[in-house]
């Protein structure tokens, strides 16, 4: 038996040694990789133990948040003070890159575009995908988004297959499905409404929302279910309280605690993944027809070649295909609407031809009549640069390496603040920060000094791999709504972009929109 000698002798080597990592972690080590990064001419923001600069990036939120918004006729594009206003004080002080402290983590900003290209480029993992969010892996682990190496390859082999051109048709069908009973709604909206021409819509962020989250059910599933709209519910939950978790403190163990919010999100995990595989089960026991969705096409992946997906990935890739594509596609719909009702020109420009290619007015836009819409791609591409649904991208450092000319250690995080970089006039020229679709008259890559320069799906081996069904489904509703109905911002309107989960109206979008065909302007 040990003496309790022996155990006080235990107890303090333990001690000792936990004292000594959290030394080393929260106070040696990131001291030492800031006079590493200030040695290679990188300053930034002083590292404050065990919180870095996080208390900083929240007060400067906080006053953000505090500010009054500019008036929705100020037509003011540059938002950037509001959405990152830590990125764009530090990038002032300390030029185009700089470090800043995730809690002890190093991260490096910068909207450098050669080393950028130099990260975005890889293809040897040694930057990859970084969340920087314990809460948001319950959607995201076991997906593409955070594979890497042969089992991105594997993954990509099997969800490739739903971005197809006939699957991408299927997209159209089912986003011209969703976007009729939108009409349909908005016609009883200003059926309703006195004069029975037009109406307002108190926020069109809501339309917009269910619209994305209908067509994704269909795209991944089929058809909605009760399983399915549980999952949902609950997928949208994760990815709020993941947003409330980048506030929590960086403390190795922080995401085991039993904190309030830490339950919730272990909940809400054990449902949606129950209820991913019953429906995984039901397909599996209907006699093999497994559907042309994108679970059909994983399970049928899985029958007919050796290095498949497993069940834990199929799930994975269900919920990271909704994460990713939900979010992004309302976030973006929302903004187009915006720019629509801000510039009325535009909005006629694209009506006209609209209804020049769709002849008939029970014509779908289908995907062959949607890629000669040479206005309405400009106008969509222009919206991701000046309202890209993800402000920024990270990765991180998975060992010792070279970027460009600066030495950077294992573990750093490197963020490239896209809300920036779409609004440097060195790389889009003066009229960076104004709203010109004809920049991309000749294409995305030729629209700037960089081929790359455009960021909202990113680029490269690792770029988002829904890019085209985005564009597809954004592009089916646009065509389908400009024929129907004219928009213009209400006066309620208050212009201040927020970043929660994407990039959304802090206040909602309240249009006025007016019915086209009651006024006998739809030919």
């Known amino acids: ?222 058809k909605s279910y009760k399983e399915t709209r549980e999952v949902f519910v609950a997928g949208k939950e994760v990815q709020k309280l993941a947003a409330y978790a980048l506030s929590d403190p960086s403390i190795p163990g922080y995401r085991y605690l039993p904190t309030r919010r830490n339950l919730r999100a272990w909940k809400l995990d054990k449902l949606i993944r129950r209820n991913v595989r019953q429906l995984i089960k039901a397909r599996i026991a209907g006699g093999g027809v497994y559907g042309d969705d994108l679970l059909g096409l994983m399970l049928e992946a899985r029958r007919s070649e050796a290095k498949v997906l497993s069940t834990e990935e199929i799930i994975g890739e269900c919920l990271t295909f909704f994460a990713a594509g939900e979010e992004t596609s309302a976030s973006l719909l929302t903004w187009a609407m915006f720019l629509l009702s801000s510039y009325p020109q535009w909005q006629e420009k694209l009506r006209e031809e609209v209804q020049r290619e769709c002849l008939q007015d029970d014509d779908p836009p289908i995907i062959n009549v949607l890629g000669k819409m040479k206005l309405l791609n400009m106008f969509i591409l222009e919206t991701l640069r000046l309202y890209s649904p993800l402000p920024l991208f990270t990765r991180k450092a998975t060992s010792d390496t070279k970027l460009a000319n600066i030495q950077v250690p294992k573990g750093t995080v490197i963020t490239f603040p896209v809300v920036m970089l779409h609004r440097s006039k060195d790389t889009w020229g003066l009229d960076a920060d104004e709203f010109n679709p004809m920049r991309f008259e000749n294409g995305a890559s030729r629209a700037a000094k960089h081929s790359h320069a455009l960021l909202a799906f990113s680029y490269g081996p690792r770029g988002c791999i829904g890019r085209h069904y985005a564009m597809v489904q954004v592009q089916t509703v646009m065509a389908m709504i400009l024929r129907r109905f004219s928009f213009t911002l209400s006066p309620h309107y208050v212009h201040k972009p927020k970043q929660f989960i994407t990039l959304v109206p802090r206040y909602g979008l309240p249009l006025i929109v007016r019915n086209l065909q009651q006024d006998g302007q739809n030919k």
């Open 1 to 222: 038996m040990i003496s309790n000698a022996g155990f006080m002798a235990v107890a303090a080597i333990l001690a000792i040694s936990v004292i000594s990592r959290s030394l080393w972690h929260l106070v040696w080590r990131p001291y030492t990789v800031a006079r590493w990064f200030q040695r290679q001419g990188i300053r930034g923001p002083p590292y404050r133990i065990v919180v870095g600069s996080l208390l900083e990036m929240r007060r400067m939120n906080d006053a953000g948040r505090a500010a009054k918004g500019s008036p929705a006729n100020a037509q003011c594009h540059d938002y950037t003070s509001l959405v990152a206003p830590f990125f764009h004080k530090w990038a002032s002080d300390y030029g185009k890159t700089f470090l800043y402290w995730l809690g002890p983590v190093p991260a490096l900003c910068s909207t450098d575009m050669e080393l950028l290209k130099q990260v975005l480029d890889d293809r040897t993992d040694l930057f990859q995908k970084d969340y920087l969010n314990p809460v948001l892996e319950i959607i995201t682990r076991k997906g593409l988004l955070t594979a890497s190496g042969d089992d991105w390859k594997r993954h990509y082999k099997v969800i490739g297959h739903i971005f197809k051109q006939d699957n991408l048709k299927s997209v159209s069908a089912v986003a011209r499905e969703g976007t009729q009973k939108m009409i349909e709604q908005l016609c009883a909206k200003i059926e309703s409404s006195s004069g029975g021409h037009q109406a307002e819509i108190d926020d069109m962020t809501r339309y917009s929302e269910e619209l994305a989250t209908g067509t994704i059910e269909q795209v991944i599933f089929g």
